[in-house]
């Protein structure tokens, strides 16, 4: 049972696009929000991460929407470029070190 | 510093054999963790460790699942006797604790069980 319910499966985008991914969670005891983008045939990579205190976090490009009372967050990719194809994972824990993830989103940026 | 480190990278064997996956976390970090990846089941986390003891192995399948950490620089996961559906990316993570919940992976092994 997935705990975190990630969606589209896959986008594209044009290049200078804005790319965005949500995530649903059940369990309200969750307090970490992590986003993790991969490449392939790498290992994913911290990419933003946000507590449940706040509702938005921007770091460049990149911004994470956190919805506390619907249990949603979203990633939004600003000025999408083609180095940023790759799959996101968005993810939450509740304090105890484990990650469960979402299925994952493949972004395509078309140049 | 050098990362996550695992080995071997891809491994490929037939269905009885053992294999044997190995990873080095991050000097200083204090948690490992041990994650499969698949395209039917996305990322799932096997087991993880802090200070070299076993926290969480609810993800682990089967018995012929096991893992290890010796000493803080060193974890194997073990699979025997490993069947096709063992074929996955094994990726190795770790993290330093404290409250920091970021965790940083290594490149991971793909395996292939024929």
């Known amino acids: 049972q997935q705990q975190v319910k990630q969606s589209p499966q896959s986008l594209i985008v044009q290049k200078g696009g804005i790319s965005i991914i949500n995530c649903a969670y059940e369990?309200?005891?969750?307090?970490?929000f992590p986003w993790y983008q991969q490449f392939p045939g790498k290992g994913p990579a911290l990419l933003i991460a946000?507590?449940?205190?706040?509702s938005e976090k921007k770091e460049g490009r990149f911004t994470i929407s956190f919805n506390k009372s619907a249990k949603q967050f979203s990633l939004h990719i600003m000025d999408s470029q083609p180095g940023d194809s790759a799959t996101y994972f968005c993810a939450a824990s509740n304090h105890d070190y484990k990650l469960s993830f979402g299925a994952g989103t493949t972004v395509t940026v078309r140049a | 510093d050098a990362g996550v480190i695992q080995s071997p990278r891809h491994e490929v064997t037939e269905m009885g054999q053992e294999v044997t996956l190995r990873c080095k976390p991050i000097?200083?970090?204090?948690?490992l963790f041990w994650y499969r990846q698949t395209m039917m089941r996305g990322l799932e986390l096997l087991i993880y460790?802090?200070?070299?003891?076993?926290?969480?192995d609810s993800g682990m399948p089967e018995d012929r699942f096991s893992a290890k950490m010796p000493n803080a620089s060193f974890s194997t996961l073990k699979i025997q006797p490993s069947e096709p559906r063992d074929s996955a990316v094994y990726f190795c993570?770790?993290?330093?604790?404290?409250?920091?919940?970021?965790?940083?992976f290594g490149p991971g092994t793909r395996l292939t069980v024929t």
């Open positions: 000097s200083g970090h204090d948690y």
């Open positions: 946000i507590r449940p205190d706040v």
């Open positions: 369990n309200t005891a969750f307090d970490y």
């Open positions: 993570a770790s993290s330093s604790g404290g409250g920091t919940y970021e965790q940083y």
């Open positions: 460790f802090n200070n070299n003891v076993p926290i969480d």
